[in-house]
């Protein structure tokens, strides 16, 4: 059995519904798929930033509705800690100098001290990690 990682990317096409995306996750027990905190992160503060930024009533119920969603959509994945291993992980990774993203270095260490795929549409930036396996199941 294997361990799936979904990417930030990768958790806003479930959530809107990609049908071959939704199709490969179903085609997986609930156990193989998961995120990073990280992921979880970026995920509710960009809707935190949303609704502070808000204007207008609409704005503001726009920003509270996509929160209750990604909320929903989490509810169900298990979610991967950054733990003391895979931070240690991260900072070799910065080291490599990978020209990558602090966040999917993050990420990417959760899913190397895992043992865990990353699902990503950001296939360029991941494979440069070495040791990462990477997969994009937006594509048939």
Do not use: C
């Amino acid at each position: 059995m294997s361990l799936f990682v979904l990417d930030s990317d990768t958790l806003s096409l479930l959530e809107n519904g990609h049908p071959g995306l939704s199709a490969r996750i179903a085609s997986h027990s609930a156990t193989e798929i998961s995120v990073a905190v990280i992921v979880v992160e970026e995920a509710l503060s960009g809707w935190y930033s949303m609704i502070r930024k808000a204007k207008n009533p609409r704005q503001l119920a726009l920003g509270y509705d996509e929160l209750a969603d990604t909320v929903s959509a989490l509810s169900g994945i298990r979610i991967l800690r950054y733990t003391e291993a895979a931070i240690a992980r991260f900072h070799g990774l910065l080291k490599a100098r990978l020209n990558v993203r602090a966040n999917d270095l993050r990420i990417a260490a959760i899913a190397l001290e895992h043992n865990a795929i990353v699902v990503t549409r950001n296939v360029r930036d991941f494979m440069v990690v070495p040791g990462l396996i990477v997969e994009d199941w937006s594509q048939p």
